[in-house]
């Protein structure tokens, strides 16, 4: 069976989890956080190598107030609680976006958690936190620019080293939950031959089930990164 190296996950429906069962929004959310060392370990067992998870966008600060400084104690009890259990299960730890709309304190906690696990051989669980695809392709540019490259050595190579993602794989598969069919800005780069899974199934509902399905399904394809397959059909 064809597994592949880079998952990424948009970890969607947790409000509506939450609403189903007439549970406040930080219930879901909560739930959800829950899910991620659960489905992380899963990924593990199965040879997955990168697993990409979309926890924060750069659009999720316009959210009220109070759901933000909910999904942050949830981030910081992540970096708190579970980073153990991480180096237990040599998970390593890697932050995919920024921190720099966190206070010092937080900013610390997240680099402790990741130089904690650093040593770690096993599954990449990659945190895309304050992330958006056409943020990090600009800031890449703008690097690029002040780095005074010129035209001709600007490669998609070179553009991907200085990505956030730079040194990983890019994306195989791309699972979105919650049964909206969007990449929502993330990943867009890195996603540019993945394929695309999408199920109905809210995220703190989404486990080793649905994950295999999700496995099978990738299996199951094609994949010809635009060439003629075997039987020369387009």
Known sequence: MS?????????DGNGRWARARRLPRAAGHERGVERIHEVALACARRGVEYLSLYAFSTENWNRPRREVDG?????????????????????????????ERLDRAFQEKV?????????????????????GSRDEITRAARELAAGGIRPEQVTEEVVSQHLLTAGMPDVDLLVRCGGEIRLSNFLLWQSAYAELYFTEVLW????????DMALDEFARRSRRF???????SS
Request: glycine share 8%; proline share 3%; aromatic share 6%.
């Open 226 to 232: 635009g060439s003629l397959d075997s039987g020369g």
């Open 71 to 99: 999904l942050l104690r949830l981030l910081s009890a992540l970096m708190d609680r579970d980073v153990k259990t991480y180096v237990q299960d040599n998970l390593r730890l890697r932050l995919v976006g920024t921190v």
């Open 204 to 211: 703190p509902d989404f486990g080793e089930k649905e994950l």
């Open 111 to 131: 680099q402790a958690a990741i130089d904690l696990t650093r040593d770690n051989t096993g599954l990449t669980v990659c945190i895309a936190f304050d992330y």
């Open 3 to 11: 597994i592949p190296r880079h998952v990424a996950i948009v970890m």
